[in-house]
């Protein structure tokens, strides 16, 4: 390892999501040297991506320059942020290589690179069902939803015309309930009467789910008020349903109604999939160099403090950690895992960074315990589900409007900036009142696999719809 002038113990951290961007924001002010890599010279609000995806907000609007955000952590002059990707990380050598083939050297590390699509060794249904994790992710459905109706005018043919009016969604956790309500609302108000040929309000679109209910993580009550919300925004959900296959013509799946077990095929050229996720690659070199567990998703499995086993100076958390909840209520050996989720990651990334500075004044680290302020997910407008953990009270759940409202004011809260906020809220109040989506516009449309369209139709004398 060669040695440094400055003699600090040197921080890299890889990752700028809600947990890297806590640690460094707690690690500015130590007497350390922090190195913070991301291959995007952005932090990403990932709670409200789907609504660029649906083109209810620019990408601007739920993100901001890396740079900007941590500008005065850079002005104290411990941070150097680096725009590249890590390809590997040497456990044993405690460095990590980019990119370019350069090679950092480390005393400590924090590996916040997130999740990325599982289709559970279905890799090729990727083309034809892209997922949502990244604004190009947001941007190329964008371009697919908004093409799909564009197609479908043009289409002489009433079943290819069908085919392009469907839209399936593919898992019914709180992103794929959020799209499918979104995509019905596109459907019925923002686009209608803006075609000649078709009418927007006869497009249909379909939630596929696993599971035996939408939005499995909350309380059987909500899920089913969640679903209730769904059908008033005539999306057609269909639970107990495991996909087969995905192609250029549609989404198989198998079903049952009671003991009948059945096949079905649902013809549609836009499926958008938000049924799993799987740790980054990252994971996969952790597992290599350290001898790090891997969990059945590819996430890194930690130690109670959220560092590796034989490696405490490397410490996992965010998506890609497979973490555990060790409160003062809970037993040591039934902790509870950490949900997939922004709250966890950022209390993550301010325990690895405490843990790091506990390290260094050779003190005992400390357990991660996650403090659950409860889950939110909006269905469509005036439509949301909301349960929240109560200190004394205990849980408090409702529904509706109200919860719509909680909605929305707690995500305009913690949005980065006070610029994003305002500008949220303005394009949030101008959809409700017009039901405009002001960000429609597409720069160039995707590669769509599969057949070509039929020829465009000549403009015909009579305007009425093709149904």
């Known amino acids: 390892m060669k040695p440094r002038p400055n003699h600090k113990p040197k921080v890299i951290i890889i990752g700028c999501g809600f947990g890297g961007l806590e640690a460094v924001k707690a690690l500015s002010r130590a007497a350390v040297d922090i190195t913070l890599i991301d291959r995007t010279n952005h932090h990403l609000f990932q ?20 740079r900007h955000i941590l500008r005065r952590e850079i002005k104290r002059g411990n941070l150097t942020v680096l725009q590249a990707e890590v390809t590997a990380i040497d456990a044993a050598d405690k460095s990590v290589v980019l ?15 997130g999740a990325t699509h599982s289709y559970f060794g279905h890799d090729e249904w990727a083309t034809h069902a892209p997922g949502l ?13 908004i093409g799909a109706f564009e197609h479908a005018e043009r289409c002489a043919n009433p079943d290819e015309r069908a085919a392009w009016m469907s839209f399936v969604v593919v898992g019914a956790g709180p992103t794929g309930v959020e799209m499918a309500g979104t995509l019905a609302e596109i459907a019925q108000h923002t686009l209608a009467q803006q075609f000649r040929r078709i009418d ?8 596929l789910e696993g599971s035996d209910r939408v939005l499995g993580t909350f309380v059987p ?10 059908k008033r925004l005539k999306v057609d959900v269909r639970t107990g349903c495991k ?15 009671g003991d009948v077990q059945f096949s079905n095929h649902l013809p549609t050229r836009t499926v958008v999939w938000a049924a799993g996720v799987a740790g980054s690659p990252l994971g996969r070199s952790l597992a290599a160099t350290a001898h790090a567990e891997l969990d059945r998703a590819g996430r890194v499995v930690v130690q109670p403090d959220l560092s590796l086993l034989d490696h405490p100076e490397v410490y996992v958390i965010g998506d890609l950690a497979a973490a555990r909840s060790y409160g003062p209520d809970l037993p040591k050996a039934d902790p509870k895992p950490v949900p997939g989720v922004s709250p966890a990651a950022k209390q993550m990334g ?6 790091i500075l506990r390290r260094l004044k050779h003190e005992p680290t400390e357990a991660f315990r996650y403090r659950d302020y409860g889950s939110l997910a909006t269905i469509g407008r005036r439509a949301a589900v909301v349960d929240l953990a109560v200190p004394v009270f205990g849980a408090l759940r409702f529904s509706g409007f109200f919860a719509w409202l909680f909605w929305l004011f707690a995500h305009i809260w913690f949005l980065i900036g006070f610029r994003n906020r305002l500008v949220v809220l303005i394009d949030w109040a101008w959809a409700y009142m017009t039901f405009e989506r002001h ?7 995707p590669h769509r696999p599969g057949p070509p369209l039929t020829p465009p139709l000549q403009d015909a004398p009579d305007t009425q719809p093709l149904a």
Do not use: C
């Not at 660029?52 to 890396?66: D, N, R």
């Not at 009550?221 to 769904?230: N, P």
């Open 99 to 113: 990119d370019d083939g350069e090679r950092l050297d480390y005393d400590h590390l924090i590996v916040a690179a």
């Open 350 to 355: 301010r325990l690895a960074a405490a843990n």
């Open 47 to 66: 709670p409200l991506l789907y609504q660029v995806a649906t083109a209810g907000l620019s990408a601007p609007a739920i993100s901001a320059p890396i």
């Open 221 to 230: 009550a909500l899920s089913q008020r969640a679903r209730e919300q769904l």
């Open 243 to 257: 996909v087969t296959t995905i192609d250029e013509t549609g989404v198989t799946y198998d079903g049952h109604e």
């Open 200 to 207: 927007s309000k006869l497009a249909r679109v379909v939630l």
């Open 133 to 145: 994790k990244t604004l190009a992710d947001a941007f190329d459905i964008r371009a697919r939803v």
């Open 439 to 445: 960000a429609r516009v597409v720069a160039e449309a």
